[in-house]
């Protein structure tokens, strides 16, 4: 199938049960493959299938629900901040007129503050004609959301705000205009414009602190965007202009200043500096860059100009790439949203039914004045029971958490890799490029009978010409020493033993103990015991022989990582079981393990790269819910096998596609710090989650009566709306606390 992933920012949605409602009518779209919709961030994250349905069938799927899909073109990075923007500044006039609306029939209405109050403010006319620009005007996005919703068979948050505002006014206004109805059935003459100004108030204000709290949420993408150049200084037919980044093409050349941001990724080539890359490896020592290096774009230029010829531009830079997993993080869905959605899509139902139960239960059954009991705490009911906080409690944590996790260099693919990696109790290391640098290294140079420096020339002239990566730390670690080289002549490789040639006239073996057999050189027992010592040391060590006698042994090592170590000891202080895995033999694969502090059972050592995902699979069937850390592409079956498959970030190429987890600044205790970062985030979601359905299962009943003949407590109305607005608001600054964790 042709499937095509897109993003779509929604306007008007304020509850889970909008959430539901979008997602139901997207479903039945012919073609779509699965669609998520986050109250947090106002958008849909769609996977469809183009040959079955387009953009615009999406579109008119999600508008036909009563809210509005942005139009492709308008939907920016920016678009949702100003939507916010634009709320939080509709919000704060009404908000202000509600206010001092409220205080004013307050006072002319309380019990102990109305005989302080002018007789014009005891006016009920009066009071008619204060409320009514905040019922209708101040309340009308209720009003509009709840037509839009009642036309397409929903039910929304704004339905129940709307039907407890609208029936505590016109009861109110009835009272006002008709009081010997009410005396008729000995009902209470006193109206309540006080309840109906002073919850839409409290309702206002709890979404303008609620926008702002949600902005503070989104930080962690503004903060990315941020980083990107503005301009780029190119040089086009000899002359140097300055362009709009987005005018930069590949195979551009660039001329980048001292404390200048280099705009896009590529090589230099012309000049040399010190560059500040600690926005990707989270290291804050500027890195030398040379001829020929590799420069990632939004990193600062500290000192020294150069030139760089342009290779990734726009959406293919890093920056643009994490920009954008960060952004798929946030609108992605967790497994435990998904039933926090079903639930609060037929909450506001039941809590209408709930209502209607309350005014019939009190006005059959209620004191007098009745039919005033019962109107009130119908009011109360459809007010608090808002789902609104059950629809923030998790995309608001994972927005914070995915965030938090970006600013540390640790990128989360999706909600649900977030979510699953708090279950991990056993984590397998790959040991080449991941606990080490996978970059081997002339570590000692061993003589018998000669020089260290002839056994050295001897082995690296001959290790000239081959293109092993053994043969290159022999070749680095000669010309590191200063050591000139000789020509070697009559070449001959020896595949899985070593190589051979002739050094100023010397005849040279380099290799293994089955290379040296095979020429009939011997090795003596105490040659052999020193050959077992570095092989016992992690290293592997290469037999010398000059003219048929073993001369000496070159070792070469792939060092470890200098925070493998550390990142290990963490891991185990977390409670998790640390294996690691290694194509080397037992005795190298142990010594390694030895020297970051795994412990010798658990080393999986001679298994080839294949064969790794089958040692992940045995794991997962002894019960262990298991994280495999790896460089994203040669491990990329057992990754992709993995509970969690970890990659280690490689350059410019971020391994997005193999792993749950990607780790750019390469930094082994970010693993460590992702699995913190997911546990701190799992509680937080729990928490609002708990303090959600905790607030509705507990309030709404007390908002119905129940404590009434026990205790004689109702609750008012105004303290429902301030009660509600308080939930959601909590449950977002709960999530925010997430950016002081300590990860």
Not at 32 to 52: F, R
Not at 195 to 212: D, M, N, Q
Not at 301 to 317: M, Y
Request: glycine share 6%; aromatic share 4%.
């Amino acid at each position: 199938m042709n499937h095509k992933k897109e993003t779509i920012v929604i306007e008007g949605m304020h509850c889970a049960s909008c959430v539901r409602t979008i997602e139901r009518s997207l479903s039945k779209v012919k073609g779509m493959k699965e669609a998520n919709v986050n109250l947090a961030t106002g958008k849909a994250t769609i996977t469809y299938d183009q040959t079955l349905c387009q953009r615009k069938d999406l579109d008119a799927a999600i508008d036909r629900t009563g809210y509005k899909a942005v139009k492709e073109g308008e939907a920016h990075h920016n678009h949702q901040e100003m939507m916010r923007e634009q709320e939080i500044k509709s919000l704060r006039p009404k908000i202000i007129a509600g206010t001092i609306a409220g205080l004013l029939i307050l006072w002319g209405s309380f019990p102990g503050l109305i005989e302080t109050a002018p007789e014009l403010l005891k006016n009920f006319y009066v009071q008619l004609i204060i409320a009514t620009p905040i019922q209708f005007w101040a309340a009308w996005q209720f009003y509009k959301s709840t037509l839009k919703a009642l036309r397409h068979r929903n039910a929304n948050m704004d339905t129940l705000i709307s039907i407890g505002t609208l029936v505590a006014y016109l009861y109110s206004a009835i009272i006002t205009f008709m009081p010997d109805l009410f005396m008729s059935i000995e009902a209470e003459i006193m109206p309540y414009f006080d309840v109906s100004v002073v919850v839409i108030t409290l309702i206002l204000l709890g979404r303008y602190l609620e926008a702002v709290a949600k902005k503070r949420t989104s930080q962690a993408i503004k903060n990315l965007i941020s980083l990107q150049a503005k301009t780029a200084r190119v040089i086009r037919n000899g002359e140097t202009i300055d362009l709009p980044i987005d005018q930069v093409v590949k195979g551009d050349h660039i001329v980048v200043r001292p404390g200048e941001k280099i705009p896009v990724d590529g090589k230099i080539i012309d000049g040399t500096s010190a560059v500040d890359e600690s926005m990707v490896t989270g290291e804050s020592i500027p890195s030398t860059k040379k001829v020929g290096d590799q420069v990632i774009g939004a990193t600062l230029n500290k000192s020294g100009s150069f030139t760089l010829q342009a290779e990734k531009v726009g959406s293919e830079t890093m920056l643009a790439q994490i920009i954008k997993l960060v952004e798929d993080a946030q609108g992605s869905k967790a497994p435990i949203q998904r039933m926090a959605d079903i639930v609060s899509s037929y909450f506001v139902p039941i809590v209408i039914m709930v209502a209607i139960a309350t005014f019939v239960v009190w006005y059959a059954f209620g004191p007098n004045p009745n039919l005033t009991y019962a109107l009130l705490n119908m009011v109360t009911v459809l007010i608090i029971a808002c789902p609104c906080a059950m629809g923030l409690a998790t995309p608001t944590a994972i927005m914070v958490g995915t965030g938090r996790g970006a600013e540390k260099g640790i990128l989360v693919k999706n909600a649900e890799s977030l979510e699953t990696a708090h279950k991990v109790n056993a984590i397998i290391f790959d040991k080449t490029g991941t606990l080490t640098n996978g970059q081997p290294v002339l570590t000692d140079v061993i003589a018998w009978k000669k020089s260290e420096q002839a056994v050295l020339v001897a082995a690296a002239s001959v290790e000239s010409l081959s293109e092993h990566p053994l043969a290159t730390a022999i070749v680095e670690g000669a010309k590191s020493k200063n050591i000139s080289l000789s020509k070697p002549i009559k070449f001959d490789s020896v595949s899985g033993k070593g190589v051979s040639a002739v050094v100023e006239d010397n005849t040279v073996v380099v290799g293994n103990r089955a290379m040296l057999l095979d020429q009939k050189i011997i090795v003596s027992p105490e040659q052999e015991k020193i050959l077992q010592q570095k092989e016992s040391e992690g290293k592997t060590a290469m037999l010398v022989a000059i003219n048929g006698q073993a001369a000496g042994i070159v070792a070469v090592a792939d060092t470890l990582r200098p925070t493998s170590k550390e990142a290990v000891n963490q891991l185990m202080q977390l409670g998790l079981r640390v294996f690691m895995i290694t194509g080397d033999n037992r005795r190298v694969a142990e010594a390694i393990a030895k020297e970051v502090g795994i412990n010798p059972g658990n080393v999986l050592s001679d298994v080839l790269p294949q064969n790794k995902e089958s040692e992940v699979r045995k794991l997962q069937r002894d019960g262990f819910h298991v994280a495999m850390v790896g460089d994203g592409i040669n491990d990329a079956p057992a990754l992709a096998a993995a509970d969690n498959g970890i990659a280690m970030g490689s350059g410019t190429d971020v391994a997005i596609e193999a792993a749950d987890i990607t780790l750019i600044n390469k930094d082994l205790r970010s693993v460590a710090s992702a699995i913190r970062l997911s546990r701190k985030t799992m509680g937080t979601i729990k928490m609002n989650l708990v303090w959600a359905f905790g607030y509705n299962t507990l309030l709404v009943p007390v908002a119905a009566g129940v404590l009434f003949p026990i205790w004689g407590i109702l609750l008012s109305p105004i303290f429902a709306s301030a009660a509600m607005a308080a939930s959601s608001i909590s449950v977002v600054l709960n999530s925010l606390l997430l950016k002081r964790s300590r990860i």
